[in-house]
Antibody, heavy 118, light 110 residues
């Protein structure tokens, strides 16, 4: 059974850097074809894909946010970390991580709400 | 990379069928058979319902089906049930390992 769980701060101030950790079980990020993605959802709004990291350490980012995002993995700890710099109130959202094969996401973590406010 | 276009809302009565469209471009939906669909109930994480355009994960009801024509993908739900009321999102591979989601569709079961 694959499970994922996001962790990190619930509140960050504008201009700060957000660091989120996705801790997973039930699969290995060293297995060919496997990836972990990050997706966010502002309150009442649509899903937005942020980043993907693959078993071979290939990393992909949303073109619109690429300059602010970094995704890394620690295979030994079964963790994927996403950092987003220069946070703004418009970045307030629920952030999800999800297991990925090809381009789909299944399953997803429960999500973590991050509020950006001074 | 623009979001895929979905209708904001659709509705149907129990037992009826509905279809949700997802329109992209020749750079995403039109070029790859890699459209996925997600169901999201309020306050819950999204759940994969369809992948590779028309395949259902284990455990997903066969009332859910997916298809594609040109730059538009579709999700059809037959035999609508009250529990199907939720938000639905499409997602497509857009080349270079980039992914794009749709704006979401709220399904109301009347």
């Amino acid at each position: 059974q694959i499970t994922l769980k996001e962790s990190g701060p619930t509140l960050v101030k504008p201009t700060q850097t957000l660091t989120l950790t996705c801790t997973f079980s039930g699969f290995s990020l060293s297995t060919s074809g496997v990836g972990v993605g990050w997706i966010r959802q502002p309150p009442g709004k649509a899903l937005e894909w942020l980043a993907l990291i693959y078993w071979d350490d290939d990393k992909r980012y949303s073109p619109s946010l690429k300059s602010r995002l970094t995704i890394t993995k620690d295979t030994s700890k079964n963790q994927v970390v996403l950092t987003m710099t220069n946070m703004d109130p418009v970045d307030t959202a629920t952030y999800y991580c999800a297991h990925s094969v090809e381009s789909w996401f299944d399953p997803w973590g429960q999500g973590t709400l991050v509020t950006v406010s001074s | 990379q623009s979001a895929l276009t979905q209708p904001a809302s659709v509705s149907g009565s129990p037992g009826q069928s509905i279809t949700i469209s997802c329109t992209g471009t020749s750079s995403d939906v039109g070029s790859y058979n890699l459209v996925s669909w997600y169901q999201q109930h309020p306050g819950k994480a999204p759940k994969l319902m369809i992948y590779e355009g028309s395949k259902r994960p284990s455990g997903v009801s066969n009332r859910f089906s997916g298809s594609k024509s040109g730059n538009t993908a579709s999700l059809t739900i037959s035999g609508l049930q009250a529990e199907d009321e939720a938000d639905y999102y499409c997602c497509s591979y857009a080349g270079s390992s980039v992914v794009v989601f749709g704006g979401g569709t709220k399904l109301t079961v009347l």
